[in-house]
């Protein structure tokens, strides 16, 4: 890789908290959708999102919110079995019901997932990049046969995941709360978002 490009993916992985706020603050300014399908919608997005992204944080163990890359074992299981990317996918999935929470149904919800789409393809290739470079052709043969994104209908039927790069399995619960952050952030994101919309339709 072009050590231009090297620079350039570093600088996405180390500051992708911050790139993600200025996203999250655009949204906050766009102006709020009305009415309660945008809610409607926004609630199983964020179920679903959720759910994904807990069975994954059960396989992955503890996983890095620091500023490089890091990975003691390839995680080939759980809902590794069928994409490589399942918490980028429950990422988009969170900014996705964030954004019909806030935007309703309307052309800036297309908008906004154009540019969280873009970012978290960028942060996955960047991720696939470094396990290619440390596992090699265990990761490579993984990656023929599991999709980035969206999986094979013929992957659903059983699991083919190599027990040896399995790490401890959480319960579900444990998972969840080790993601505590995440869920305050939604939290918080929603709180500030309905205190926008009274602001605007009810003050």
């Not at 600088?11 to 906050?28: P, Q, T």
């Not at 807990?54 to 074992?73: L, N």
């Not at 470094?130 to 980035?148: H, I, M, N, S, Y």
């Amino acid at each position: 890789m072009p050590k231009a490009d090297c620079k350039f993916s570093a600088f996405l992985y180390r500051y992708r908290g911050y790139i993600l706020g200025i996203i999250a603050v655009a949204l906050v300014c766009a102006p709020p959708g009305d009415g309660t399908i945008g809610p409607l919608i926004a609630i199983p997005i964020y179920v679903v999102s959720a759910f994904l992204r807990v069975q994954s944080r059960r396989f992955i163990g503890e996983h890095t919110r620091g500023h490089v890359h890091a990975a003691d074992e390839l995680v080939t299981c759980g809902p590794y079995v069928h994409v490589r990317h399942p918490l980028y996918i429950s990422n988009t999935g969170l900014a996705l019901g964030v954004a019909f929470f806030h935007l309703g149904v309307s052309l800036w919800v297309l908008a906004f997932m154009v540019v969280v789409v873009a970012f978290e393809v960028a942060l996955s290739r960047i991720e696939d990049r470094f396990l290619e470079q440390k596992f090699g052709d265990v990761w490579r043969a993984w990656a023929r046969k599991t999709p980035a994104f969206a999986p094979h209908l013929g992957l659903w039927g059983g699991s083919s995941c190599d027990s040896e790069h399995v790490p401890a399995q959480r319960a579900f619960w444990q998972a969840f709360f080790a993601d505590s952050s995440t869920w305050l952030w939604l939290f918080f994101c929603n709180l500030l978002l309905i205190l926008r919309k009274v602001a605007v339709f009810y003050v």
